[in-house]
Structures are given as structure tokens and as C-alpha cells.
């Protein structure tokens, strides 16, 4: 291929923004005319490059913005570090149904058994598969909701995302005031995000 046709390529993919298939164009072309795949196949190993990069990133980015306390999946969850926990159901809900009907998933159990870990598992599966998250302790999320009151204004975050994970619940005692509050958001996002 002529320097050329090289240089006009490499300017249209920055053009339009296809920095993977930029990255791999000379080593995908090399590897294509080798085993002598045609150009459809060449196209495709490109745009499989450029969609999986694209994913990659997006991941990233919305883990990052939802806030999560770690990453752990639920792979890495110790199932029998409780011996009564029927795991089926648990493992059900990493189906996502739950999102799409608007209901709730709540853990409940004394502190350090896992319950936060099994939350942030269920958003990064939900973030994998292409749903917003955002993850809030009951303390941030009240003082968030209380600053929204005042000001009239929606949530960013808390309201738009699909999924949103309250940890801490029950940790620290809540005012009345409180309570309504957050019995207003679950209201709302019982009516699905505002998107």
C-alpha cells in the first residue's frame, strides 16, 4: 500500500476518531495478507478491534464515575463462608431481570458478612452489560437528597442512572425528615430512571 493511501487513511481514522484501528491497521493488514483473508474478514478483525477498545473504555469510565468501594465480581465471593445461604437466588440476580421490572434488591445481615461485596459485584456485572450505575452510602445519599430539596433541583447520578446501590443502610439513625426523603427517591425510581 503506497505511503499515500497510508497517510490518508491514518488522517480519516483520527478524523473519525478510530484510534484502535488506527493502532492496529499496519499489523492487522499484515497478518490479513499473510493468511490471505479477504477484505471483508480484514474490515471485520478491525471493527472488532475498535468496538471491543470502545467497550473497554466505557467500562472503565462508568466504574469509575459510579463511585463503587472496589471492584470485586461475584467469583470472587466466598459462598461458603455462609453455610445456610441458599446460593441460587444470589446467583439469579445476575441475570438483571430485576432492573428492567424496577424492583428492588436489598442484602440484609450483621456488618462483615459480605453484603457490600455482593452490591458491587451485582453493579459491575450491570456496568459489563451496559447499564448506569452509581453506588452511595445512606449518609452521602440523605445529604444529597436534603440539598436537592432545598434547591429544587434533581439528582445527576442517583436519578438518572439505572441501578443505584445504597450501602449502609440502617448504620446510623435517620430523621423522619429523613426517612421521607429517601422514601421519595425509592418512589421515583420505582417509576424507573429520568432519563
Known sequence: MSELVMERIAENLARLRLTRVQEMLET?????????DTYLAFLDRLLQEEVSAKEDRRVKTSLKIAGLPFEKTIEQYDFSFHETMDKRPVMSLFDLDFINRHENVIFL???????THLATALAI?????????YFTTMADLIGKLKQNAESSSRGRGYDRSAMVVVDEVGYM?????????FFQFVCRRMNGPAL
Open 28 to 36: 492487522v493488514s499484515e497478518e490479513a495478507q499473510a493468511q490471505g
Open 173 to 181: 439513625p435517620i430523621s423522619r425528615r429523613d426517612a421521607h426523603l
Open 109 to 115: 445481615g450483621p456488618p462483615g458478612v459480605g453484603k
Open 125 to 133: 456485572k450491570a456496568c459489563y452489560s451496559g447499564i448506569s450505575i
